[in-house]
């Protein structure tokens, strides 16, 4: 859950050629409803089609993400951009002259854009769509009301929080350097900031967040987490205390991150409590690095 607070305008180079949104994210999972549980109590719109959930925010067409069940260990299943029609074939053209091998759709993915890896073997799709991104600097509200008038409701009469759109998503790289080359050459995408070589975010050319992709250094690909844009401070703390009623009780949050602005709440998507352990303190979280993989 996020407030975002930094925005970059669109670019006045009328030759730059790149995608104008994260069109959605998917995941693959072993079990569709412990997300379909997640994302609904998260305040997001969230339908069931077989083994398929459909993310969507309330009062938006637009479907933002994907969750598959049919795999053993949760995982990235790809990455979808969205771009301009008259774009599509000169993005085609630009990725293939990179050297870029174009592949078949997934089945069930079929659709009018292609489909490629990244350097790290991550799953990507351009194609035609809407562009979702923001074409300005996304409202905020900080509700103030006059003195001697009560400004919160009751916990029980509070309002659902609803998340307006995805931000962006974060996903892990081998590499961050060769991610960013990556992903300016064949999506234009433009790096906002990063720190060293640790984590990068990057924006969309025509109108973006302070970053609609993030990259952050691991020992392998992956998926980090989504952010979702909320109208307020307010709605940070709400969704927050609503996840941890409802028993998502693990995360980081509220703060504010310098690089992009925003202020954030982050929440765990499984409990890893109810499986792992019946009873016991919070699990230290030098117990589950890998020393072996060189994390420290
Ligand atoms: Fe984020």
């Known amino acids: 859950m996020t407030a975002i607070r930094g925005y970059v305008a669109p670019t006045t180079d009328t030759d730059a050629l790149g995608v104008h949104s994260l069109d959605q994210f998917v995941l693959a999972v072993p079990d569709a409803s412990v997300a379909q549980d997640f994302y609904g109590n998260f305040g997001l719109d969230v339908s069931r089609d077989g083994n398929v959930l459909a ?15 049919g795999i053993k260990t949760k995982a990235l299943h790809h990455l979808s951009f969205g771009c301009y029609a008259d774009d599509l074939p000169r993005l085609k053209a630009r990725i293939e002259e990179q050297g870029v091998k174009l592949i078949d759709p997934p089945p069930g993915f079929e659709s009018n854009g292609f489909w490629f890896r990244n350097h790290d073997g991550v799953l990507i799709e351009v194609k035609v769509g809407p562009k979702v991104s923001p074409d300005r600097k996304a409202e905020s509200q900080w509700i103030s009301v006059p003195a001697g008038v009560p400004g919160t409701s009751v916990r029980a009469k509070a309002p659902p929080v609803r998340p307006r759109r995805l931000s ?6 081998s590499d961050v350097s060769e991610s960013i080359k990556f992903y300016e050459r064949t999506l234009g995408l433009r790096l906002s900031d990063r720190a060293s070589d640790l984590v990068a975010f990057m924006h969309g050319i025509h109108g973006s967040d302070h970053h609609l992709l993030a990259l952050v250094k691991s020992v392998a690909p992956g998926f980090h987490h989504c952010s979702w844009d909320v109208a307020s401070l307010n709605d940070i703390g709400l969704g927050a205390m609503r996840m941890h009623d409802k028993g998502w009780t693990k995360g980081w ?26 009873w016991g303190p919070d699990v230290p979280r ?10 420290s």
């Open 55 to 69: 993310i969507k925010t309330f009062g938006h067409e637009h479907r933002w993400g994907s969750v598959i069940e």
């Open 168 to 173: 962006h998503v974060l996903i892990f790289t």
């Open 253 to 278: 949050g509220l703060g504010r991150h310098v690089l992009g602005s925003n202020y954030f709440h982050y929440v765990r998507d499984h409990k890893p409590e109810d499986s792992f352990y019946l």
């Open 286 to 295: 030098e117990f589950t690095i890998n020393y072996e993989g060189g994390e």
